[in-house]
C-alpha cells in the first residue's frame, strides 16, 4: 500500500469550512482508523482519498504523487462502502471482477487474481447472486472485490 498524506487539507461545501487543516500521514502498510463522533467528516475524509470529493484547500498526496486533480480512478484507491456497494444482477464473482475488467488487463492476469474467489471460506459463494448472501457473506465478497484491483490504498467507511 501507498503512502497517503494530507498537507493543510480542507473541504468547504457551500462556503462551510467541513473538513478543516488535516495534517496526516499514513505510511506504506500502515493501518489507521478515523474515529468520532457522527458528522464529524469521517466519510468526506475517506471520499477525498479516493478522488470522489474534491480537495477545497491544501494538497493530498498518493504514493508521493499530488493528486489533488485526478480522477477518482487515477487516485487508484480501493473503497469498500457501508452498503457494499455489490452489484444486484451479477454474481458475487462478476462482481469482484468488474473493477478488474474496466481496466482491461491481460486476460491471464484476470485468471489470476479471480484465484481470489476461490480461497478457503468462501465455498460456493462466487456463484451466487448478492441477495443469497448474508451480510457477512456479502462484506467479505466486497472486500475481496477490493483485493483483486490491487489498488494503492483500502479504504472501508
Known sequence: MSEIRFSE?????????????????MGEGEFKALVGLS????????????????????DLFIGG?????????EHN?????????IFPNMSVRKNMS?????????????QARSRIAEMPGFGELPDRKPH????????????RRAMIRKPDAFLFD
Do not use: W
Open 98 to 110: 468488474f473493477g478488474s475488467r474496466l481496466r482491461k488487463p491481460d486476460p491471464s492476469i484476470l
Open 39 to 58: 458528522g464529524r467528516e469521517k466519510s468526506t475524509t475517506l471520499l477525498m482519498i479516493a478522488g470522489i470529493e474534491s480537495i477545497s484547500s491544501g
Open 132 to 143: 443469497q448472501l448474508s451480510g457477512g457473506q456479502a462484506q467479505r465478497a466486497a472486500l
Open 65 to 73: 504523487r499530488r493528486a489533488n486533480e485526478q480522477t477518482s480512478a
Open 9 to 25: 487539507a480542507g473541504k468547504r461545501k457551500h462556503e462551510v469550512k467541513v473538513a478543516k487543516s488535516l495534517d496526516q500521514q
Open 77 to 85: 484507491v480501493s473503497m469498500d462502502f457501508r452498503s457494499r456497494a
